[in-house]
């Protein structure tokens, strides 16, 4: 299982960018998808995770700004963050779990920076 996740940069705060996330391989229907972020020197964290059912989590600091999405016929998961702040600053990663097991993508960097 392979995942390639495209759309960082650099945005000015307050700006929006989306995220997508594309797997391939063996994947089950049945599987979880979901973006995680790390800022330098902090630990790995969760952004949001939407199940192959469409059911979605969000954690409480993007709830009101973040919107998770994907397409089952693409594997592929988006991720739509609006009002970003400067300490949305981070590499983001998508995660996919399938088969009980955890494959994760190669991370894009998000700047939020005037």
């Known amino acids: 299982v392979q995942l390639q996740a495209s759309g960082g940069g650099l945005v000015q705060p307050g700006g929006s960018l989306r995220l997508s996330c594309a797997a391939s391989?063996?994947?089950?229907?049945?599987?979880?998808m979901g973006w995680y972020r790390q800022a330098l020197g902090k630990q790995r964290e969760l952004v949001a995770t939407?199940?192959?059912?469409?059911?979605?989590n969000y954690a409480d600091s993007v709830k009101d700004r973040a919107t998770i999405s994907r397409d089952n016929a693409k594997n592929t998961v988006y991720l739509q963050m609006n009002s970003l702040k400067p300490e949305d600053t981070a590499v983001y990663y998508c995660?996919?779990?399938?088969?009980?097991?955890?494959?994760w993508g190669q991370g894009t960097q998000v700047t939020v920076s005037s």
């Open positions: 939407i199940t192959s059912g469409g059911t979605t």
């Open positions: 391989g063996s994947i089950s229907s049945i599987n979880l």
């Open positions: 995660k996919l779990t399938t088969h009980w097991k955890n494959y």
